[in-house]
């Protein structure tokens, strides 16, 4: 039960962080002018592109380990928690391939070197972001459903 209670725990803690980001986080940022602006994205976008990798690494990993007969899940339990997890794994493979490189580039970008397509680039990532969110709120939700019909 503990490693169930960690894995709901990291889970919904790594999807209230991402949902901050697209809904308060960012939209405040958009309001700014690019002196304030831009150097802020950079660094949000250096931050959690050292922390997001073990976050999600160890999120998906306490999911997976659930799967395992140790937990002792069966029935709907087991599948709830089998589509969060599969949810989940897909979650973070989408972020390798598409928005990482994005907030690769965001990271390294000063007002003085920030590309003409800047705003173009971050409304990708947003919109990238929110896609991966609401993919991983849905793994959430499963998760708990399945220790709610455990």
């Not at 939209?27 to 959690?48: C, G, I, M, S």
Request: glycine content about 8%; charged content about 10%.
């Amino acid at each position: 039960m503990i490693l169930y209670l960690l894995a709901i725990l990291v889970l919904g803690l790594m999807c209230g962080s991402e949902l901050n980001v697209g809904a308060f986080a960012h939209p405040t940022l958009n309001a700014q002018t690019p002196d304030v602006h831009v150097p802020v994205r950079a660094a949000l976008a250096k931050l959690f592109g050292r922390v997001m990798p073990f976050w999600m690494v160890t999120s998906t990993l306490l999911n997976l380990l659930l799967l395992l007969p140790f937990e002792g899940l069966t029935g709907m339990a087991w599948d709830f928690a089998a589509i969060g997890a599969g949810v989940q794994v897909c979650a973070a493979l989408f972020s390798i391939i598409f928005p990482v490189p994005i907030n690769n580039r965001i990271m390294r970008w000063t007002p003085a070197t920030v590309p003409q397509d800047w705003r173009a680039q971050e409304h990708r990532w947003d919109g990238l972001h929110a896609f991966r969110t609401l993919g991983l709120i849905g793994s959430f939700a499963l998760l708990t459903l399945s220790l709610a019909v455990r």
